[in-house]
């Protein structure tokens, strides 16, 4: 659906609210996508989200909206509901889903709904209330469809028509012993391909990829867009399989992965902070600023040192913008285009000279080329020819220091185990800042000898 | 595989071509994945890319690790090689990346090709062909399973057995009427678990999701990863069922995007440029660097206009870079928490004001905080109360400012459909450089009365 079409539903359902239009508002819950339902809810009151809920008749879908909430509105609407409800609606939803929101509510209520939940599920999503958040075993389903190796294809597919029904991805058929240890793969491609009395064990894959329950989920994407696969196994330490993780949970990890690292590079906390509170907004943004209002205090130190030389030439101070600015903007350019290479895996520590030379003569080549143009506009202002050098030197050495640092730092922070993202963070800008700032006043003050 | 196996594989690779052997060579590469093997290709010389790819024994190999070649090293081995040995490998690629890849070939080469190639596949490559690279039809595979609606289970699972097995993702199975126009779905699962004589009408889903062939690429990935489907249907203007796009290759384009997003923030072009040569790397980086530029030879005149009460009160200048630095921090700040939270769908066009009113409450009250401090630090240094006040109001000014326009900027962006990324670039940041200096020295000059 379009953000367009988006626009329209919430308008509607919004209008229809305000009209009390009951049976209508149920007639279009019906017939919209649980997706899309879940995006209106983000626009609506917590009253009418709790209204809109109880409008949904089909319990299958009230699960569908839970797994597609965002985290304070699915809290919002969880805490109005009694647990009888709340458990009739988990029944019917992936176990992760549910781990995931149980996670997340108070230990007495989330204990409540566990015993009440039905034995097989509960035990299952306990299970997966050990495994931590970020990792294989905090994202991956429980159910999965495993067979072992003596079964012919023919029974696959009868035992496939009485059970896993509830199987959220029933592409992949694995193969396991008689510990549940995990030998290989097959599809259901292949078992209606064969004669149905072959047995799995003449045709299944045992190249198979998996993965341990403790893998960080970023490494785990990694894979799964690596080698194109729709699902990964998981296994414990002695190789049984315990779960998948699926291509669509990949894919939201890829997304926050991205957005993390975008916000981690301006300061502002490693998770969306758009929702949170302004308190929490200004706590997570204060350490950055605070490390740049400290590189800013010193610069102010050392333009004050050579305040004699200010008095006698007043204009010297006009060019410390454009020094600053040039030199942030180049440094900029240079350390996110390392940190994304670095994170998409386009660049590699190994090429670490090839990377900073290439970005230190862009640097150079860039200096030359402003520092040039703004002396120009120095000597066409001031007509003083060593003031207009001095300001170009200052342009050219701020911009190819900048274009340095701008990758150095984040290629040395990488190959020191150390995340990349935090080198475009205030202490490589703000010391550029303070040593650009430096280079234009010794240069200017010792050319001009004032 | 983690970087550090990977990194282990290319150094043994280097290792074993400085020894000349090949039989060894030939072993490792036959155990790789073609996936692994495909980056092991970025890290070697031209040489001794040509090299390793003929020890590939395996055509199909072949075809896969073309697949994952990123481009330059993919035109790089094909410069070397026959019309013939290609059209071999490309026969067993999936029809998308053979489009992608004929692309971008000269156009003789590339019509000598498709020439050679077999008819049925060459004709596919040729459609494709015509689809921009970035809508649907440029990303979807011709490949993919249609049966006619009154066919049933049973004789559709017999015609799984001998057709469609070139099909990448056999896993929905599309109903197509007498036309070929796409009427519903179903899958595998589905027809093993319902009796063989049940026909497909009676069990397929009519609620298709579908695209049209010029949808943008990222509104199909969008499709894909909102609704947690595999793959998704493209008809052309009639419903023709036409291709399919499937699931791996939008976390490709997921990835792409948030690597654009983060390199246009920085002025850096669309795609990624570390890979490219250093003057189109200075070609594409220098107009944000001209805006900034330009934006600081203002802000240098400004400065110049208040020529004599600098001579009078030189430490004025002392605090241009605090200013400046902490209203471009909180403004990056703001932009991008605005920007990435529009791009993920986080945030809405619909809710300006709130977002708006948000940041600017942030930006006043760090920027009391930081005014505070840095005018304190000005009032210790100099013990100027007129000028410590004027140096504080000009950080509240500056920071208060930058937040507003951070958020209001890209939100008004977005409102009238232009891509806010835009917003973090130099034109918005060198503004509010030449605007809080100006403030600056306005309230210092009027205060102080010089």
Redesign the interface.
Known sequence: ???ESN?IL?ESIKRLFRRDATSHLVKIVKKT?A??LA?VF??LSNYNQRRLFDLIDDVGMKGEVFSNL?EDTLLGIVEGMNVDDIVEVLDLMPKDDVADLLGRLPVEKSDDILEKMKKEGSEEVEGLLHYEDDTAGGIMVPEFIALEEGITAGEA?RS??KEH?DVE???YLYVVDANGKLIGVSS??Q???VPPNTPLKNFMTTDVFAVKTDMDQE?VAK??????I?AVPVVDDTNKLVGIVT??D???I??EE??E???K????GEE????KS?FS??KM??P??FA??V???I???I??YF??S??KL?????????????G???G??SS???V??LA?????I?DLWT?VS?QL??GL??GLF?GF??GV??QL?YSRELFALSVGLGVLSSMTMAALAGSLVPMTLAKINIDPAIASG?FVT?AI?IIS?SFYFIIATTLLGI
């Open positions: 659906m379009h953000s626009k919430v996508h997706a899309d995006l983000e626009s965002e597919i496939l028509q029904l991805m029933p592409f259901l491609r078992l209606v391909v490494e894979i799964v867009a690596r080698y194109d729709l291509v669509d990949v894919i939201d890829i997304r991205a957005t690292d975008i916000l590079m301006v300061g502002v969306f902070v758009e929702t302004i907004n200004i943004r204060m950055w600023l740049s209002c590189g800013g205090i610069a102010s130190f333009i004050g305040q004699s200010l008095t007043a204009y010297l101070a006009a060019f410390i913008p454009v020094i600053m600015g040039m942030g903007n180049i900029v350019q996110t285009i390392t994304r290479g998409t895996g386009r660049l590699s190994r990377v290439k003569l862009v080549m860039l402003y143009a703004v506009v120095a202002k205030p703000t800042d700032v």
